[in-house]
T-cell receptor, first 113, second 109 residues
Framework: ETGVTQTPRHLVMGMTNKKSLKCEQH?????MYWYKQSAKKPLELMFV???????ENNSVPSRFSPECPNSSHLFLHLHTLQPEDSALYLC????????????FGQGTRLTVV | QKEVEQNSGPLSVPEGAIASLNCTYS??????FFWYRQYSGKSPELIMF????GDKEDGRFTAQLNKASQYVSLLIRDSQPSDSATYLC?????????FGKGTRLSVIA
């Protein structure tokens, strides 16, 4: 247990569906992240929140919409996804957003059909 | 564009041998260096971090950092089959972590 919990663990959705991924951290960290991991590619940073404020959005398509209501919770809202969006989506948290180690949740394996 | 490079492998070593995993990075201003282990189908797990030039040992693991050469490595002594995984190198300074693609390690019993 890393102290970062993601739900659901697996998700299959159609291209017209709307779904949300949830992440909760119990570590008292100030920064939270969404990463995407596709086969044969490095972990791709999608969004960064520091003290609930979004500090980075790495050119992510608008069909991915993050929400951070407080420092402990992070959501990723999904709508009209494409099959190429199928991947492992990882949430992570760290004490600060620079120069500190990140701890990952178990991930959500997303399949878009 | 800050980059972290790793040989994707697979790196195969016999049980009991030393596994050596290497990583180079492009940003000379990088200050913090991390090694994560990721088993198939699982999320990355932090195993070591290093901030200063030289070696840092933790059990069977030794991280080595050479900032002048922009090089960081991970040595695993007495490799076990349970060490078989993908090892991710990650680097940051004034940005969130940048990850390499990872090196797949296979320890053969």
């Amino acid at each position: 247990e890393t102290g970062v919990t993601q739900t659901p663990r697996h998700l299959v959705m159609g291209m017209t569906n709307k779904k949300s991924l949830k992440c909760e951290q119990h570590l008292g960290h100030n920064a939270m992240y969404w990463y995407k991991q596709s086969a044969k590619k490095p972990l791709e940073l999608m969004f960064v929140y520091n003290f609930k404020e979004q500090t980075e959005n790495n050119s992510v398509p608008s069909r991915f919409s993050p929400e951070c209501p407080n420092s402990s919770h992070l959501f990723l809202h999904l709508h009209t996804l494409q099959p190429e969006d199928s991947a492992l989506y990882l949430c992570a948290s760290s004490q600060d957003w620079v120069n500190t180690e990140a701890f990952f949740g178990q991930g959500t394996r997303l399949t878009v059909v | 564009q800050k980059e972290v490079e790793q040989n994707s492998g697979p790196l195969s070593v016999p049980e009991g041998a030393i596994a050596s995993l290497n990583c180079t990075y492009s940003d000379r201003g990088s200050q913090s260096f991390f090694w994560y282990r990721q088993y198939s189908g699982k999320s990355p797990e932090l195993i070591m971090f290093i901030y200063s030039n030289g070696d840092k040992e933790d059990g069977r693991f030794t991280a080595q950092l050479n900032k002048a050469s922009q090089y960081v490595s991970l040595l695993i002594r007495d490799s076990q089959p349970s060490d078989s995984a993908t090892y991710l190198c990650a680097v940051n300074s004034d940005t969130p972590l940048v990850f390499g693609k990872g090196t797949r390690l296979s320890v053969i019993a």
